[in-house]
């Protein structure tokens, strides 16, 4: 089954323990994103790669950091979390180079720092 | 650059009754279009995508969608809400011209079916 798997589903930490949250993607996508929820703001972007080893901003990366060493995998890591990072976040892929292609989300990391 | 405006944050239907969800976008480029389907603590499901084809979508659970340029809206529908469609509908674009193609989402809008 093709899916996207994010873990943990659910995550509360204290301010500055570093966290990662891990994805990964069974359909060998090039293009995997994170993005976080929050209401009335829709999903906003955190970052992106467009392939193993390239990644970029997306529009609200401060506090965040990611790596692509390999294709399936797209961690995203709180070097030092803040309550501000209180968030629903969800990691996606999808291929690359189609644009009219749909994205597949995983089931979402409901993060709350305390 | 590219946007999405959701026009309602909030919608409530009767049970039979039928579904508006309004959508205008920005583009510089042909878009594609998207909508999306949440359901409480779910991730976010395909209803359907406008690729410039049909103007008008058909996608799953009944809904539809009818891409109009001139007035740069891609509006959701469904003849008779049900019960389960409960849920927070997202809007989505993605355009050329956007650093790796992208998604935009606008703000969501939440539906309420009432019995």
């Known amino acids: 089954e093709a899916q996207v798997t994010q873990n943990p589903r659910y995550l509360i930490t204290v301010t500055g323990k570093k966290l990662t949250v891990t994805c990964s993607q069974n359909?060998?996508?090039?293009?995997m994103s994170w993005y976080r929820q929050d209401p009335g703001l829709g999903l906003r972007q955190i970052y992106y790669?467009?392939?193993?080893?390239?990644?970029d901003k997306g529009d609200v990366p401060e506090g965040y950091k990611v790596s692509r060493k390999e294709k399936r995998n797209f961690p995203l890591i709180l070097e030092s979390p803040s309550p501000n990072q209180t968030s629903l976040y969800f990691c996606?892929?999808?291929?690359?180079?189609?644009?009219?292609?749909?994205?597949?989300f995983g089931q979402g990391t409901r993060l709350t720092v305390v | 650059a590219q946007s999405v405006t959701q026009l309602d944050s909030h919608v409530s239907v009767s049970e039979g009754t039928p579904v508006l969800l309004r959508c205008n976008y920005s583009?510089?480029?042909?878009?594609?279009l998207f909508w999306y389907v949440q359901h409480p603590n779910k991730g976010l499901q395909l209803l359907l995508k406008?690729?410039?084809?049909?103007?008008l979508v058909k996608g799953i659970n009944g809904f539809e969608a009818e891409f109009k340029k001139s007035e740069t809206s891609f509006h959701l529908t469904k003849p008779s809400a049900h019960m389960s469609d409960a849920a927070e509908y997202f809007c989505?674009?993605?355009?050329?011209?956007?650093?790796?193609?992208?998604?935009?989402f606008g703000g969501g809008t939440r539906v309420l079916v009432k019995p």
């Open positions: 996606a892929s999808r291929h690359w180079d189609r644009m009219n292609t749909e994205a597949f």
């Open positions: 406008y690729t410039s084809a049909a103007t």
């Open positions: 790669s467009m392939n193993v080893e390239v990644t």
């Open positions: 989505v674009v993605s355009d050329s011209g956007a650093a790796g193609n992208k998604l935009t």
């Open positions: 583009s510089s480029y042909s878009p594609s």
């Open positions: 359909m060998n996508h090039e293009y």
